[in-house]
């Protein structure tokens, strides 16, 4: 049963610490991934592989999804940025973390997928996700500064564009390269920014302006 192979995958992750806090392991618990792959994948909605859900976009494994929610450190009632909708389950995940005072945005450049995930999130009644149509790679302005602001696709560096939607002490991670990456957890403060190289990754490339070029 789904239900089990779930449980088991979650243990995996707390034992190899993957999942660290008892917030993340809630979400997971919570969150049904089978809701978020086409119908065909169904039954390997737990296994821990990238899936495909068209227009040559994954959903990303259920440990990178962990691991980010981890390194992100949501509180909540924060307000995220998410960059790349997919089919909506990173999301949702993230939606749990800040819980029903925060609030989750995120862009997605496909219409098709975007509605997709708009239907996706609905079937589960999250209400604290806006879904937004349009390039990614600059962010989205008009609803910044944001607490949070994470990548789901590879962008070819971090930009100052982005950076100055998040708010002092705010915090992004970005898949740093093109295809495989390192992933960058970045740290806003006062006077300085520090970053970090959490290893490396395999994501699909950020396309837009200030994104890889198809």
């Known amino acids: 049963m789904l239900k089990d192979e779930k449980i088991q995958l979650i243990n995996k992750f707390k034992k190899n610490g993957i999942i660290k806090s008892k917030e993340v392991e809630k979400a997971f618990l919570k969150i049904p991934r ?9 039954h390997n909605a737990y296994i821990d592989t990238p899936l495909k859900i068209g227009f040559n976009q994954t ?34 995940i993230v939606s749990k973390l800040v819980g029903e005072k925060g609030y989750v945005y995120s862009i997605e450049r496909f219409t098709k997928l975007a509605k997709k995930a708009e239907e ?15 390039d990614g790679s600059k962010g989205l302005k008009k609803n910044s500064p944001y607490d949070r602001i994470y990548f789901t696709c590879a962008a070819p560096g971090i930009s100052d564009i982005i950076v100055n939607q998040l708010k002092i002490k705010g915090k992004l991670l970005i898949p740093v390269g093109k295809t495989v990456c ?22 699909v490339p950020l396309i837009g302006e200030l994104g890889h070029k198809k």
């Open 34 to 42: 089978e809701k978020f792959v086409p119908y065909e994948y169904y």
């Open 59 to 92: 959903i990303s494994a259920p440990h990178m999804v962990a691991i980010m929610a981890e390194a992100l450190d949501i509180r909540k009632g924060q307000k995220i940025l998410e960059i790349g909708t997919g089919s909506g389950y990173h999301a949702a």
């Open 120 to 134: 996706n999130i609905k079937k589960i009644k999250i209400k604290n996700i806006k879904i937004e149509i349009g």
């Open 182 to 203: 390192n992933l960058i957890l970045l740290e806003k403060n006062e006077n300085e920014i520090k970053k970090y190289n959490l290893g490396g990754c395999a994501f």
